[in-house]
């Protein structure tokens, strides 16, 4: 039985051997099943090293609170994932906010170089991701993580200290092979924690971390921009420099703040890790009735897997409508307000407001999205309408352009455009890793997707060109272009789910076959349903 979070009157069981069915505590503690916490000191829940076979078989999870240990792990977990994901984004965005405090004047960087500064931080990020979620596990997350940290912070830092276009192109290439690890990594990092019903609303607290670096950006470039001239640096240096330093510190105590994995949780009870560890297990089999264990144990079969499952490549289309604007605004915004005849520092406080509200958007629509998949609906309208409302903001700062003079309606498009990047993107991240099963075919698939997905980046940095100014016509179409695409995509996925669920719900097929089988043919497995 996997025992609901929703529904305590549901843990008046012992997990057993037996995963299709319970008994009572009685019965079992006769038969002596029930473990004890004496027995389980000597067993693999106190280790310190994780056992990726345990399934917290064995122990009574009668007495677990799913309501209060769901607290813990959101308590003890999140808050350092979203200030990591705060840094990360600060960094390699915060080129945009160094760009109109004179970046692009001291280094004589014409249009066409800046543009490419910004792009090939995408090419190695995009290179290096899958690698980096296959040594995750290997590596464990409370070292892997502040170590890729430390890196980027250090590469950052020197940023600060180039003194050409040649050496920001370096700085920037080196700066997307140390964070490439850092979002997939996390992405991945809650599905071993989190049941797929749970993920939207932890995606969106950890993406919306994103928003608040978006307004922290502007609020912290415009503070920093004051200390232009101390040390013989100019503003946009010391952006780079105390972001990157900032960036190191935070790694440091990540070393020591960051859990692994449920089994090796101190902060978890025997109980409690019997119970988070045993409902990962069978999650993805558990609206078929027949309760099988995913598998946890690495075979390069099942990366080819994921490099070939159809539902990746559609899934691609659906996150460039997404990332697209999402870089394109993260990198341009002040820019792009800037030319609507604001000064440096007015464009950036105005870019506060918009990343503010869209980071409580995120939040609330994720948790409506988690409150629709737990009373068995469907996830896409979460990432649907909200890719709509990119679309209509595009739509209007597209039109306002090229009307001219109407500088309200443009802010007003962007501002819309922006609240509908920020839910939508983990409502996509979360909807996908629902749909792959097999720990290590999702570190792939994830990897793949963002990995593949953030070469839109690549495309969006070229989209805002110096020599559109100020209308950016052409950016704001492409935009728009991406928007419709990715909605395209988003309908025919859930299409296809659908079909496959009906199929498998008629075929049968999963009788023929053991639980080994099974388990082995992750969401390809008859017993398996797509998330809706």
Known sequence: MTASPDNPGQHNAVLTQDHGKTASSEDLSEKGVIATDEFAQGHVVSSKHHDPNWAGDGIDTSRVD???????????LIPMLAALYLLSFLDRSNIGNAKIQGLQTDLKLTGPQYNLCATVFFFTYCAFEIPSNLLLKRFRPSIWLPSIMVAWGTVMTLMGLVKSYHGLLVARIFLGVAEAGLYPGVAYYLTMWYCTEE???????????????????????YAIAKMHGVGGLAGWQ????????????????????????????????VEEKAWVVHRLKYQGSKKSGRNV??????EWKYVVKALTDWQLYLSLFMYWGIVCPLYGISLFLPTIIKQLGYTSTTAQ??????????????????????????????????????MCAILVGFLMALAGS?????????????????CGIYPAFPGNITWISNNLAGSYKRAAGMAFQIGLGNLGGAMASNFYRSVDEPKYLLGHGLEIGFVTLGLCACVALRLNYGRINAKRARSGEAEGLTDEQLADLGDKSPTFRYTL
């Open 402 to 418: 090229a009307h001219g003079g109407v500088p309200g309606v443009v802010y007003a498009g962007v501002f819309i455009a922006t």
């Open 199 to 221: 993920l939207a609303l932890r995606q969106g607290l950890f993406f919306s971390a994103a928003s608040v670096a978006g307004a922290f950006s502007g609020l912290l470039a």
């Open 349 to 386: 406080l105005l870019t506060i407001p918009i990343y503010c509200t869209a980071a409580v958007l995120a939040i609330i629509v994720c948790w409506l999205s988690d409150t629709a998949a737990k009373r068995g609906a469907s996830r896409w309208p979460y990432v649907f309408f909200p």
């Open 238 to 269: 010391w952006i780079f420099i105390l972001e990157g330093l900032l960036t190191v510190v935070v790694a440091i105590l990540a070393f020591f703040i960051l859990h692994d994995f449920p089994d090796t949780a101190g902060f978890l009870s």
């Open 66 to 76: 799913p309501a209060k240990t769901l607290r813990k792990m959101d308590l003890r």
């Open 293 to 298: 264990a995913e598998t946890e144990h690495f």
